[in-house]
């Protein structure tokens, strides 16, 4: 059964660097598009990034210049580096296999003095 599994978040102060890391299991990774969405408590999730299979990326305007999204295929593995992290960043984050849908568990973003 193919999962994805997200690690790297935490507690972090503003203007502080994190890097998420989401692994998944099974065949072709890299043949999909990834995003990594976020969601905060009565909040609907948020779209932040996505890579395609060619590597081509996309941001939504609030995280651009200070994230980065990031795959290695040889590691079934996407990256999101945040940098400059800003309390308004704090949200569990979530990867996800963008065409036939799958979601991973999610990792807690604080950021916070």
């Known amino acids: 059964q193919v999962q994805l599994v997200e690690s790297g978040g935490g507690l972090v102060q503003p203007g502080g660097s994190l890097r998420l890391s989401c692994a998944a299991s099974g065949r072709d990774f890299s043949i999909y598009s990834m995003g990594w969405y976020r969601q905060t408590p009565g909040k609907q999730r948020e779209l932040v990034a996505s890579?395609?299979?060619?590597?081509?990326?996309n941001y939504v305007d609030s995280v651009k210049g200070r994230f980065t999204i990031s795959r290695d295929n040889a590691k079934n593995t996407v990256y999101l580096q945040m940098n400059n992290l800003k309390p308004e960043d704090t949200a569990v984050y979530y990867c996800?296999?963008?065409?036939?849908?799958?979601w991973g568990q999610g990792t807690q973003v604080t950021v916070s003095s």
């Open positions: 890579i395609t299979s060619g590597g081509i990326t």
């Open positions: 996800k296999r963008l065409a036939n849908p799958l």
